[in-house]
């Protein structure tokens, strides 16, 4: 299922970044971190109440002259508009109503997405009044007074965005073709790819109505099925600054990964893997989605019988939190292994969805367990009574047992190799849940 994009907007000082990093704090978020992949807080997976969200934080602008600010919040505005389902856009009530704040107003409203006025540094609920209300005037609705360092009125303006979030995902589910993101760095071949796939397949581009945002999704039918490609390259921004860049480039990826079954990471072979590509490529593991690297350009690096083997222990050890990541060696240019790279596709979708009988995975475990000791703390042992699975995309596994405390990775890592063993799983996250029984 598709999580909702949420994006903030506003001016510089009214307290984004506070409200950000107060949403995407302990409180209310799950945020996974994956070893050695650097993250910046450009976006973050929250919870509210039994909903899940992606919080975008569309960018810092640089207090400098006025008219700057206002181009650069126009930027920030259409960054939102082109990526997210519904905006919160926060003003200030100490500064009060001021007149970039009525431009990029009339611009969000022209967008026809779902906007929340959030109203921020009111600090005290008791006396607020008409330095509220003046922000009616921007015309976006009703305005919710917030304080994002004292944390007041969150809830309900959380509840406001939520509002939103059923209208904006049902389009999407009713289409059960399958999704795939390619995503990558700027010039490793991602738009040359999909213009590839579309002269194998021979099928006019159709870019598909109703999507709203801003990724290029291109439908092309191989042997019968139907698949729809969300293309991050396609677009591309004028900003001159390299971070601003960057940033756009993550939100991007972001939301397409959010929406996409399987991801291909296109890497370029000529450049190697680099910590962007780990960067890119921890998007989609942390998301549970199918993986599959594409190593680009094949076509133009000299090879002997041991360049695959090579290339393949490169990536898997600068992308060693996915070692289940399946790779294919392509060249957009000429068309090499193309139709291996639907294989591989159709594959990681079914091993996303594969669902393996209780009965299976209980002598599974019980083989592995006669095997090797379940970790013990202080002279407790863990037991592990009963596995079971719960769901798919990824699949998730629910292990009953005596002591949540008593778990440790090391042993999960090891459950999880035997299932691999016996199922492979290839390109497919696997998620493991401990829930106690006495
Ligand atoms: P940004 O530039 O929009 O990201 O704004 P920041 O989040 O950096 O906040 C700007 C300033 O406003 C900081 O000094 C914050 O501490 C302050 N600030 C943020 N939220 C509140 C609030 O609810 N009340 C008050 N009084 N100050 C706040
Ligand atoms: P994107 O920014 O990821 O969409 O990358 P593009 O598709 O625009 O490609 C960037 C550059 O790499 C272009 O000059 C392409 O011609 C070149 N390129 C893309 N795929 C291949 C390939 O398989 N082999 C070679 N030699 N060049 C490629």
Known sequence: ?????????????????????????????????????????????????????TLIDTGGIEPDS?????????????????????????????????????????????????????????????????????????????PIPVSAASRLGLGDLLDEVAKHFDLSETEEEEDDRPRIAIVGKPNVGKSSIINQLLGENRVIVSNIAGTTR???DTEIVHEGTEYVFIDTAGLRRKSKI?????????????????????????????????????????????????????????????????TIYEYTNKIKNTLSFMPYAEFVFISAKTGLRMNKLFEVIDMVRENQTLRIATGILNEIMTEAVALQQPPSDKGKRLRLYYITQVAVKPPTFVIFVNDKELTHFSYTRYLENKIREAFGFRGTSLKFIYRERS
């Open 242 to 306: 390299k971070e601003e860049l960057e940033r756009y480039s993550i939100i991007r990826t972001v939301t397409a990964v959010e929406r996409a079954d399987v991801v291909v990471v296109v890497i370029d072979a000529e450049e190697g893997v680099t910590e962007q590509d780990a960067k890119i490529a921890g998007i989609a593991h942390e998301r549970g989605k199918g993986i599959v690297v594409a190593v680009n350009k094949w076509d133009a690096i000299e090879k002997n019988d041991k």
């Open 66 to 142: 006025s008219d700057i600010i206002l181009s650069q919040m126009r930027e920030q505005a259409e960054i939102a508009i082109a990526t997210a389902d519904v905006i919160i856009f926060i003003v200030d009530v100490r500064q009060g109503l001021v007149d970039a704040d009525s431009k990029v107003a009339d611009m969000l409203r022209k967008s026809k997405k779902p906007i929340v006025l959030a109203v921020n540094k009111v600090d005290s609920f008791q006396k607020f009044g008409n330095d509220v209300y003046e922000f009616y005037n921007l015309g976006i609705g009703d």
């Open 1 to 53: 299922m598709s999580k909702p994009v949420v994006a903030i907007v506003g001016r510089p000082n009214v307290g984004k970044s506070t409200l950000f990093n107060v949403l995407a704090g302990d409180t209310i978020s799950i945020v996974k971190d994956t070893p050695g992949v650097t993250r910046d807080r450009i976006y973050a997976d929250c919870t509210w109440l039994d909903m899940n969200f």
């Open 214 to 216: 801003d990724a290029v």
